[in-house]
């Protein structure tokens, strides 16, 4: 089993759903973890989970909701344990469900703001440090979600989570750090709801694909979690 002994990976969200999973997984692969929640709180159960790996941790908190917010998270990671080898952008809202015509520019741009704007700073904040390493993973999460109207603040921000991984992806050509994207499939998570079609689980091993490639191996690519559920290792 290939491991990510001596890196600390940064999962956005992942106090609870896919993030919880990603930093489960990624620690069983002895991966030092950085979970981050909304509130301190709200990461106690991750930190007990994670307790059987015998990894380091490290918490940070707060909202992706504005760019001051997001600034004091980045300062929080720089001021912690180690440098971020693996950036997960997990963290993610839906929008509240309405008529397109009704969606107003706040809503938007709230949206805009959590799925994207917060995961573009994060880049900024760590890819270049990752560059001088010669060394980084970064996977944004994606969704598959297609013809729903009603969340188009949603889907329309991770379409651009696409767009913008394949220029980061080719910003950072031939530096060992890589940029993929990751669909994790339709989850039964609080915002999956309880009529997905899979568990949280099979998010993984999936998820660990793009934060397990050899150096210099693809970047700026799709991976659909889903694909991976008959991996055993
Ligand atoms: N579930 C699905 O079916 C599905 C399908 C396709 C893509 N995805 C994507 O997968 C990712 C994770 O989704 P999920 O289903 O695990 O979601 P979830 O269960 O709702 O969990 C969301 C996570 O993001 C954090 N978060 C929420 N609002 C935040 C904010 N304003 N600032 C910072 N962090 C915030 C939450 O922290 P707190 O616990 O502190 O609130 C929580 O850890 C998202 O990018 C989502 O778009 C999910």
């Known amino acids: 089993m290939k491991l990510l002994e001596n890196k600390w990976a940064l ?7 896919i993030g919880q999973q990603i930093a489960l997984g990624l620690a069983q692969r002895k ?5 981050h929640g909304r509130a301190e709180s709200n990461t106690a159960e991750t930190l ?18 504005s760019n001051e917010n997001v600034e004091a998270i980045i300062k929080a990671v720089k001021a912690g344990p180690g440098p971020v080898d693996i950036l997960y952008n997990n963290a993610a809202i839906q929008n509240k469900w309405k008529p397109i015509w009704e969606i ?12 994207l704007f917060s995961m573009i700073a994060l880049c900024n904040a760590f890819a270049p440090e990752m560059k001088i390493r010669k060394y ?3 996977i944004n999460l994606t969704s598959g979600i297609k013809d729903i109207p009603q969340l188009a603040p949603y889907s329309v921000s991770k379409a651009a989570v696409d767009k913008y991984s394949r220029d980061l992806a080719a910003e950072l050509q031939g530096t060992n750090v890589l ?7 339709w ?12 568990e949280v689980e099979t998010v ?12 210099n191996g693809p970047s700026g690519r799709f991976y659909a979690a889903q694909d991976y559920t008959m991996l055993t290792e």
Request: some cysteine; proline content about 7%; hydrophobic content about 35%.
């Open 31 to 35: 991966c030092n973890i950085i979970v």
């Open 104 to 115: 107003t520019p706040e809503e938007w741009l709230h949206s805009f703001q959590i799925n």
């Open 179 to 185: 940029v993929n994207y990751l669909d994790p499939g």
């Open 11 to 17: 999962i956005t969200g992942s106090s609870r759903g």
């Open 136 to 138: 980084g993973r970064i």
């Open 48 to 65: 007990r989970l994670l307790k059987a790996y015998n990894v380091q941790t490290h918490v940070v908190t707060g909202s992706l909701d």
């Open 204 to 215: 993984l091993p999936g998820a660990l694909v793009p934060a397990l490639l050899e150096d």
């Open 187 to 198: 989850l039964k998570t609080d915002l999956g709801g309880p009529n997905a079609d899979n």
